[in-house]
Structures are given as structure tokens and as C-alpha cells.
């Protein structure tokens, strides 16, 4: 019983020693793994101090070139203007706030509506204003007379147009044709020329009701009312009746020939039916 009871308790202590062991080995782990993160995270803050360090002294370089623009006369871009140049990337026509226009009552629309946002990386909205062109074409036409608008603004005449709705905000313009459209599609080709000297470009198929009494129209030849009413024009050719056609009728077909009804006036004795 005694030896029983020694084994035991130098079991228990083997056991005991061994967790202490691996314990202390964890813990080394652990504490070496902590000093690595602090090391990297002091290191990330160092590389943050000089890059803001950086940025401090291109902002005083900026300042001071601003204040020498300013002395000298010359026209310089605002602080704020100047970040926002640095985002846009794109400028896209809204196709849902684009369309033809009919405001003064006539046949068919005499403007358009043309809605159009900068854009930046992430694909938000940035107001940016700039010089605005832009030029309607029916491409259906000839190349002299295909053009059916030319516009231009200057940036703060662009201000002047911001709008926010629920489908989207951005620039809208309602501008007026220079001459009736022929056809139901327009090409709408539109140039944005930022102040820091980018230039960026779009382009949208613009769906438009064309006037009723068009020059196209014109040349459509139309059918005579005359004839449709069955007038016959002096000098005009006379149709010739159609010759008579003799059209033959399917012979009857011979009768079919019927046997006699019966009845049980002759009947036998032996014809009569009877119940089985």
C-alpha cells in the first residue's frame, strides 16, 4: 500500500513538472510574440511621423508659392478647389435625368436636359466645377447639317447648375435646339475643362420626339386621296377589267340508294324475337 501511495505522489509530481514546463515554454512564446508586434508598431510610428512630417513641409512649400502668386498678381486655385482636382477621374452623363424637352406647346421638343456629375476613384460625386462644351448631333444626318446645338459655359456660369435630387445630383442643363430634330436620337458629346488644365469627356444617346412636319417628312411620298377614294384622274391611265373567269361547280354526288324499313307485318313465327 505504501509503494502504491509513493508512485502516486511521484506521478503526480513528473506530472506537475512537466506543466510547469510547458507553461514556461508558452510564455517565453507569448513574450517573445509581443515584443515583435511592439517592435513593428514602433516602427509604423515612426514611418507615420516622417510621412507627417512630410506632409507639413510640401503644405509650407504650397503656402509659400501661393503667397509669392498672390504678390505677383496672378491668378492662383484655392486651397480646397486644389484637393478636390486630386480626386476626380471621370464624368459620367446621368441617363435617367437626360431626355428631350417640349416647352413651347408645338409638335415635337425643341430642348434637351442634359445631366452630368464629375466622379472620383470610389465613384462618388465631387462638385467640381469647370468650362463646359457642349454639342448635339443628329448622326442620321449629312455632316453639314447634322449639328443641332452648340453650347459653352464658363465655370461660374457651371455654379449656377448644381442640383441634388433623389435619382442623383450634378450639373443639369436645359438647353434649347437651334433648329427642330429630324430624328428620334441625338448624340450628346459633352467636355468638362477643369482649372488645373485636364479635360475630360462623355458621351449619351439622347432620345428626342421629332416634329411632325419635318423636312424629312416631305420627301416621303404619300398616297394619292384620290385614288384611295376610287377618283379616277383626267389623262391618268385607265385599269382594264380583269377577263372573265369560268369557274366549274362540283358534280352532285349520285344518290345513295336506301333499303326498304322493316317492319313485323311479314313476320314468321320464327322471326318474331323473343327474351331469352
Known sequence: MFRRLLLLALSLSALSAVGCFA????????????RVQEQSLSDLQTQLDRTVSE???????????????AESGQSQLPAEQAAVLLRVSDVKINSMLTSGLNEDGQPGDDRIVVHFAPYD????????????????????LSEDERTVGTWSFTAEECRKHWVRGF??????????????????????????????????NATHIVRVRPTELSPI???????????????????AATPQPAAPTTTRKPASPPPLETAPLQDSTNWTES????RR
Open 121 to 140: 476613384d470610389d465613384g462618388e460625386v465631387v462638385k467640381l466645377p469647370g468650362r463646359i462644351r457642349i454639342t448635339a448631333q443628329d448622326p442620321a
Open 167 to 200: 435619382l442623383g445630383s450634378g450639373y443639369q442643363f436645359a438647353l434649347e435646339l437651334s433648329k427642330p430634330p429630324v430624328h428620334t436620337d441625338l448624340v450628346v458629346q459633352l467636355t468638362l475643362d477643369t482649372p488645373d488644365g485636364r479635360s475630360f
Open 23 to 34: 507553461r514556461n515554454r508558452t510564455t517565453d512564446f507569448l513574450q517573445a510574440q509581443l
Open 217 to 235: 417628312a416631305d420627301r416621303v411620298p404619300r398616297p394619292d386621296p384620290d385614288e384611295s377614294q376610287g377618283v379616277t384622274r383626267v389623262g
Open 55 to 69: 506632409l507639413q513641409l510640401a503644405r509650407r512649400e504650397v503656402d509659400g508659392l501661393r503667397t509669392q502668386l
Open 271 to 274: 322471326e318474331i324475337p323473343f
